[in-house]
């Protein structure tokens, strides 16, 4: 089976979001991720600290520059993702579905290079 990053993007700026909205979310979440383990489609995955937590390491000649923050600014950022195996981008376009409605992020699936 091939092998699936499932990214979810959050908005840069906008406030949390209310704590009962947050535990409905993270309920669905919780049961999409029990149900790609029961699949056996689970390989690994986490959320990410806010941007501004970010380290960005430019290479400049022979020498590598350390910079705080996020290598690019945008309106939205990577706040997770999920590596999944499934049999096709199909199956694991359906996975992302289910996180884009469970989340209401946007969600970007995408396959690795070569057969895993």
């Keep these: 089976m091939k092998q ?8 840069t ?5 209310e704590p009962e909205f947050l535990a409905e979310v993270m ?4 049961a999409i991720h029990d149900e790609l383990v029961e699949a056996g489609s ?7 600290h806010a941007p501004e937590t970010a380290t960005v390491l430019r290479p400049k000649g022979e020498e590598v520059l350390v910079t705080d923050g996020p290598y690019l ?3 939205e950022y990577l706040g997770g ?3 999944i195996t499934a049999p096709d981008l199909d199956a694991a376009l359906e996975w992302g579905r289910r996180y884009a409605l469970a989340t209401t992020l946007p969600i970007e699936v ?3 290079q070569g057969e895993v």
């Excluded at 700026?13 to 979001?17: D, I, T």
């Excluded at 309920?27 to 919780?30: A, L, S």
């Design 42 to 48: 689970w390989v690994f995955g986490n959320g990410l």
């Design 81 to 83: 993702f999920t590596i």
């Design 4 to 11: 699936y990053l499932i990214s979810m993007y959050q908005p």
């Design 27 to 30: 309920r669905k979440v919780d």
């Design 73 to 75: 600014e945008g309106k």
């Design 13 to 17: 700026g906008e406030a949390m979001p």
């Design 110 to 112: 995408r396959p690795f």
